[in-house]
């Protein structure tokens, strides 16, 4: 796949890898890219470590689940997850795909339709002379619009507040529409830091009109 540069706010790598994630990133990681070819497929952006993508993949067996995070770091950890002892994909993950990049790099080729987006817990940038970094602007939201499938939904999880209501604000400048699906808390190593100390994360299900 042709890459573009695309300017990335968030780290790219953190502490170095071990010899098995080493491995894992170069032998493991382009067996599983994503494949245009493939349809009825979940995405989701920014997967940390992954134990959502993982829990996707088993809850959704029929479905392709591409997980998009450029943190090398993040990748290597869920490349862990899904591998076996001899480091081959596990049978329940074998419906997982991994891009280590930026996911515009996917959605600029309009070639992907999805039934779900996720994106939990981004980065809310909370400084206001950061505010031009935050990813969930309105024409990112365009963009993910253009890449659901029919009936498909965006759904989004934030335990900051401001951000919330920034995202509800950039939703009414772009054809989408707040569902009104509600959705069961979702335990993430990042829920549970809960950085903006709010009492829960807030959740929006959005989709295009129709």
């Known amino acids: ?16 890898l071990s010899a098995r994630k080493e491995w894992l990133m170069e032998n493991l990681l382009p067996k599983i890219a994503p494949n245009e070819s493939e349809t009825n497929e979940i995405l989701e952006i920014g997967f940390g470590a992954g134990e ?6 088993i809850e959704n067996p029929g479905k392709i ?24 994909l596990l049978k329940e993950y074998k419906n997982i795909r991994i891009w280590p990049d930026d996911v515009r790099l996917i959605l600029n080729k309009n070639s992907y339709k999805f039934d779900e987006i ?12 950061h505010e031009k970094r935050r990813l969930l602007n309105h024409e990112f ?20 507040w401001g951000y919330y209501d920034w995202i509800i604000d950039q939703v009414s400048q772009t054809n989408l529409v ?33």
Do not use: C
Request: hydrophobic share 35%; glycine share 6%.
């Open 118 to 129: 996720w994106i939990l817990h981004p980065d809310p940038w909370p400084k206001a002379r």
């Open 141 to 160: 939201l365009k963009l993910l619009g253009k890449n659901l499938a029919k009936n498909g939904k965006i759904i989004i999880g934030t335990d900051h």
């Open 65 to 88: 689940i591409i997980g998009a995070e450029p943190f090398i770091n993040g990748v290597a950890a869920l490349l862990s997850a899904i591998a076996d002892e001899n480091n081959s």
């Open 52 to 57: 959502h993508v993982r829990e996707l993949a």
């Open 178 to 210: 707040v569902n009104t699906d509600e959705i069961e808390i979702i335990k993430t190593r990042y829920q549970t830091k809960n950085m903006a100390q709010t009492t829960q994360p807030k959740y929006l299900v959005l989709t295009n009109q129709s």
């Open 1 to 16: 796949m042709e890459k573009q540069e695309i300017r990335t706010f968030g780290r790219r790598h953190g502490k170095k």
